[in-house]
């Protein structure tokens, strides 16, 4: 794990980021900008880090967060830093991906790990071979824990195959955007937008990419 500034800004605000948790870099706040929120949604945050995702729900407008992470540091910063904003309608999930959680969601947001690897030394950075496995079992098993009424944001890479994740989104019956891109060095990031087929007509027109 590297070390780090103990604390982020958010909102106005500064808040704790253990050095056991992964500290919310520019992919983390690309993501943030980029979600729309339901109000009074109830949101799932997959791996939430210190907590900027559930933070940045709260403030857009969901009622209740459910925080999700194997890291037990990474849970308690997450609650401690949303009590510290006032919002206390927040649950954390000793969990890997949505393995322990039982509850379904109006929206999810997921900023998975996506380095190349051949095991998973950092869990919060390694995303497996090709840098998608994480991923690919994150979209397996997300649609159960999506209301049908639901929303979903995730971040990808380009160099992990964009082309790869649109196909499963489509398998798994997903309408689908790519909302906004940032240009690196080396790499684009993305971030996706989906909702089930059916449910267009409440977020918008979703089109596939």
Do not use: W
């Not at 969901?62 to 649950?91: E, H, Q």
């Not at 940032?182 to 007509?201: H, M, N, Q, V, W």
């Amino acid at each position: 794990m590297q070390a780090h500034p103990p604390e982020f800004f958010l909102n106005g605000a500064h808040f704790g980021a253990p050095k056991e948790t992964y500290f919310p870099s520019e992919d983390s706040y690309f993501l943030a900008e980029n979600v729309s929120i339901p109000k009074k949604a109830l949101m799932i945050d997959v791996g939430c880090g210190s907590g900027i995702q559930s933070l940045n729900a709260f403030h857009k407008g969901a009622s209740r967060v459910i925080a999700l992470d194997l890291n037990k540091a990474a849970l308690a910063a997450t609650k401690k830093n949303c009590l510290k904003a006032g919002f206390k309608n927040i649950k954390t999930i000793e969990s890997d991906l949505f393995r322990n959680c039982r509850e379904k969601a109006d929206a999810i947001i997921f900023n998975p790990p996506y380095l190349e690897s051949d095991e998973y030394r950092h869990i919060d950075l390694d995303g497996g071979k090709k840098g998608r496995e994480v991923l690919d079992r994150f979209l397996e098993q997300m649609p159960k824990h999506l209301n049908k009424k639901g929303v979903c944001y995730f971040l990808q890479t380009d160099l992990n195959g964009n082309g790869k994740t649109g196909k499963k989104l489509k398998e798994l019956g997903f309408e689908f955007k790519i909302i906004a891109r940032k240009k690196g060095f080396f790499e684009t990031l993305c971030i996706y937008r989906c909702s089930k087929k059916a449910d267009l007509k409440v977020f918008g027109a979703l089109s596939s990419v």
